[in-house]
């Protein structure tokens, strides 16, 4: 089982859609979690963290259940300008490792006039 | 510019030769990170260091893989024999230790072997 799975995508809607991605992670160990965003050949850019109380940044919305190991994102009223590849992120702490930042495949969305 | 900076953008080998990459973080930043991007897929994780050490390397690194980082600034990724399976992109970011904190990327390293 890979550490951190999302959904593959491609998600292709409308502008105005709401969109939501999913993302596990299978290491228990894992302390901290992030969505980046990776537009076509560029690098990742952290869009925001996630935390367990859930957290809100203008249309974008996290959540996060560590008892079922589950991140997910979800995009109100979406722009044109959102189309990227989303990633979920995690970072762990023990289990033999300290710090490092595991990627998922990432999820593609296409947002259309 | 006082982002990640990676060097050289692009590098074009034959099959066999020797790679090295290096990559300068931000100035005030004590973790380093490299991995390795392929087409539809994410970053897949190669090493990290924080400081001069390298805590952790992937057990999927070949040995032909080598990172260092000997003064806890810049790093240099050196990839030994090249094959064409190593073709993709080389990115390093950095950031501050700590569990919430964001890591910055530079723009990347794309490697063809051919």
């Known amino acids: 089982r890979k550490e951190v799975e999302q959904d593959p995508g491609p998600f292709n809607v409308p502008e105005g859609a709401t969109v939501a991605f999913n993302c596990t992670y299978s290491n228990s160990a894992s302390q901290s979690f992030f969505w980046y965003r990776q537009d076509c050949r560029k690098e990742p850019k952290l869009l925001m963290s996630v935390y367990s109380s859930g957290n809100e940044d203008g249309r974008f919305t996290a959540q996060l259940n560590r008892a079922s190991q589950y991140i997910s994102l979800l995009i109100r009223d979406s722009k044109l300008s959102d189309s990227a590849t989303y990633l979920c992120v995690v970072n762990l702490f023990g289990g033999g490792s300290q710090g490092n930042l595991i990627f998922g495949k990432g999820t593609k969305l296409s947002v259309k006039p | 510019d006082t982002g990640v900076s990676q060097d050289p953008r692009h590098k074009i080998t034959k099959r066999g030769q020797n790679v090295t990459f290096r990559c300068d973080p931000i100035?005030?930043?004590?973790?380093l990170y490299w991995y390795r991007q392929t087409l539809g897929q994410g970053p897949e994780f190669l090493t990290y260091?924080?400081?001069?050490?390298?805590?952790?390397k992937s057990r999927l690194l070949s040995d032909r893989f080598s990172a260092e980082r000997p003064k806890g600034s810049f790093s240099t990724l050196e990839i030994q024999r090249t094959e064409q399976g190593d073709s993709a992109m080389y990115l390093c970011?950095?950031?501050?230790?700590?569990?919430?904190?964001?890591?910055?990327f530079g723009q990347g390293t794309r490697l063809t072997v051919v």
């Open positions: 970011a950095s950031s501050w230790s700590g569990e919430d904190t964001e890591a910055f």
């Open positions: 100035s005030e930043h004590n973790r």
């Open positions: 260091f924080q400081n001069e050490a390298q805590l952790e």
